[in-house]
């Protein structure tokens, strides 16, 4: 499950855009009627922008979240009333699923063959839309107006909010418990303002508000994830190297560094497998990831991390890292093997120094650091080497 820390973080951004954005339209009157002439223009500009982005740098799950928006709001505008009205209620139902599928599905790049049938999918969509739109089934009309709660959620029926009640529980089942917050959370406050917005549609420049707040909100989504692409390992979800020389860069005057490796990697690698390697290094980078005291796990590379201790002396910090090497040693890990599952432990050994007059910088201070670890592993391993 993820912290509670981390879901609040990721929520936090996307729901206060929407928020930002609610805020203009219900205080109409306050805010300069140019403003919300605008805002349709401003959607088409972005849109634009976010395709450009999502294209360059290959997150094509933008292009048919964006490509749909785009197309709703040019139907909202060009239409007549009457298609308006039931082009309302049909994406009311299909456009949550839509985001649901497209949040679920992989990046395997545009014209791969899973590509081609996101393609073919997504033209499928609007085809099916369009046809309802133009030739309205009985049916399906009758179907919309099924009575399934006993208050009035008017203008939207009560099977679309029931299918938002659906999308809506299961992406925050994916908060909960995927490792891909960033998107789960976006994706789930896109959906939530989707329907804000349809419900209080009557609202003049509701719509308008809507798209442009979903707009942005994907946006901040295409910076962060570009942000943790660069400076994030993505196997590990720890801070990578990057990350680390910056963060080194603003350490203060004492500071205690430890560097930290994976004991008989390399072995474990060729006995299990490198996915079960991997799986190993998952594991140990969420144990660093929760160590005490004023501190910071990164992935240096392979199978060695580092962890920072700002304005920590290297008592402290040896006895949080002391206190974290423990931890993994009696953490079971199983593998598969002919008769089943093994448990198997895993152990880590670090060195840690702190800063001192000596070091021209915090390279140095690694580099001290290595030395020590070296030490660890020459006396044993599964142990904590500190020099002052």
């Known amino acids: 499950m993820n912290s509670l820390k981390s879901i609040v973080l990721n929520l936090s951004i996307p729901f206060f855009i929407a928020l930002a954005f609610g805020v203009v339209l219900f205080n109409e009157a306050e805010v300069p009627v140019l403003i919300f002439k605008m805002s349709s223009y401003l959607f088409y500009f972005l849109s634009g922008l976010l395709l450009w982005a999502s294209w360059h740098f290959n997150r094509n799950r933008f292009l048919f979240v964006i490509v749909a928006l785009v197309f709703m709001q040019l139907s909202f505008e060009y239409l007549s009333p009457k298609d308006v009205s039931a082009l309302y209620h049909y994406v009311s139902i299909l456009f949550p699923l839509h985001l649901l599928l497209f949040l679920l599905l992989k990046e395997r790049g545009l014209f791969s063959i899973w590509g081609l049938l996101k393609i073919a999918f997504f033209l499928v969509e609007l085809s099916t839309i369009a046809y309802l739109v133009a030739y309205p089934n009985a049916e399906i009309l009758r179907l919309l107006e099924t009575k399934i709660f006993a208050f009035s959620s008017y203008p939207l029926k009560d099977v679309a909010v029931v299918i938002g009640i659906f999308v809506l529980f299961l992406m925050l089942l994916l908060i909960l418990f995927n490792r891909y917050i960033i998107y789960n959370s976006s994706f789930f406050i896109i959906t939530l303002s989707f329907y804000v917005g349809l419900y209080f549609i009557k609202i003049p420049y509701a719509n308008e508000i809507t798209f442009l707040a979903i707009s942005v909100i994907i946006f901040a989504l295409l910076i962060r994830e570009s942000y943790r692409l660069a400076f994030y390992d993505e196997l590990t979800d720890l801070p990578g ?24 990697f390399k072995k474990f690698n060729d006995t299990y497998g490198h996915d079960t390697g991997d799986d190993v290094l998952k594991m140990v980078a969420t144990k660093l990831a929760a160590v005490s005291g004023n501190a910071k796990a990164y992935r240096y590379g392979g199978e060695e991390f580092v962890i920072l201790y700002p304005s920590s002396g290297v008592d402290e910090a040896f006895v949080h890292t002391d206190l974290v090497r423990d931890v993994v040693a009696k953490s079971a890990f199983s593998v598969r093997n002919k008769k089943g599952f093994k448990k198997i432990y895993v152990n880590i050994s670090a060195g840690v120094v702190e800063n001192n007059s000596k070091d021209k910088d915090p390279f140095a201070v690694m580099k001290r650091a290595d030395n020590a670890l070296y030490k660890a592993k020459k006396a044993g391993r599964n142990r904590v080497i500190k020099e002052k």
């Not at 190297?241 to 008989?264: C, F, N, P, Q, T």
């Open 241 to 264: 190297r990057r990350s680390l020389v910056e963060d080194m860069a603003k350490l203060g005057m004492h500071y205690s560094l430890a560097m930290i490796d994976i004991d008989h």
